[in-house]
DNA sequence: TTGTGTGCAAAATCTTTGCACTTCG
DNA sequence: CGAAGTGCAAAGATTTTGCACACAA
C-alpha cells in the first residue's frame, strides 16, 4: 500500500516540487474508494486546499500517472477515472452499482499469453484485466430491496 | 466473423431502418484492421457515400455498440476506439507500433474469477481484458531496421 | 405517406495552452 | 533569488443536441 510519504519522496527524489495542491490530491487520491476524474479529484482537492484548480487537478494525474502512482481505469462506459495503483497490483475489480474499486494480484495470465503469442505471432507487452462486479455491500443492499 | 449481410439482418430484425450512411460505416469497420475512432469513422465512411456526417458516425457506433456488433477498444492513451466484434470473441490485441487489432478467444479466466470472488467477495458480472504488443510485422521492420 | 434517420450548425463538455503571479527549495 | 508550479481565462477538441429536411419501409 502506498503512503502519502513514500509518494511525496518519490516526487522529491525525482525533483519535483511537493506543492499544497500536490499533497491535497495525493490525499484525495489515497482516500478515494472509487476511482476519480479529474473533475472529482478538483472538487475534493479544494475541500482541503481551496484553491487548487482543475488544470493542476489534470497536471498532476498526468505527473502521477507518468510516475506510476496513479493509473487510468477504463470502465466500458467511463474511461476517464484514476486511481492509485497499490504496490505490484495491476488489476481492478469494480462495482458496477457503487463505483468502489478494489485491486487484485497475480493475474495468471501466463499461459493464456503464452497460447495468443503462438496462435497470433504477436509479442505480448503489456495487458489491462478490468473486472466488474457487484460488491458485497451492494449484494445485500440487492437482497434487502427484494 | 460477422458479415455486412449478417449486421443488417440484425439490426432490421431490430426495426432499425438500412441507410446509406449505415451501410458504408459497418463497410468502414468490417474493413479495418485497426480499431477506429468516431472521427476516423467519419472520414472513411465519407469515401464510401460523401455525405455522411460527423454526427452519424457517433449515433451509428453507439447504435451498434447497443446491438453488440461493435465494443470500445481501451488502450491506456487512447480509450475512444471502436472494433467490430467477431462472433463468440470477445478480447482484443493491439499493436503497439501499427495500432493492428486482432481478436483472440477463450480466455480461461474462470480460476482466476473464483479465486477473485473468494478473496474479494464480489459477484463477478463482466470482465475486459486487452492485450497489447507488438505484431509479426513490426517485428520484423524493427530487425531489419537494427 | 410517415416517422426514423440525417446533416448542419450551435451548444455543451472536456482538455490543453499561454501567461503573469506564487511559492518551494 | 530562480525556476518549477499554479490559477485563471481563453483556445482547442470532442461530444451532444435541436431542428428542418430526406428517404427507407
Redesign the interface.
Known sequence: MHSEQEIVQQLSAAGFRITQARRAIIQVLLSAQDCLTPADVYERARLLSPNVGLVTAYRTLELLSDMGVV??I?G?AD??GYAIIGHGHRHH?T??RCGRV?E?EG???S???ER??L??????????????????DC?SLEHQAG
Open positions: 493509473r487510468k477504463h466500458d474511461c476517464h475489480l462495482c458496477r478494489e487484485f493475474c495468471s495470465l499461459e493464456l499469453f495468443v503469442r496462435e497470433s505471432g504477436f509479442a505480448i507487452v503489456d495487458h489491462m484485466l478490468e473486472v466488474t462486479g457487484i460488491c458485497p449484494q
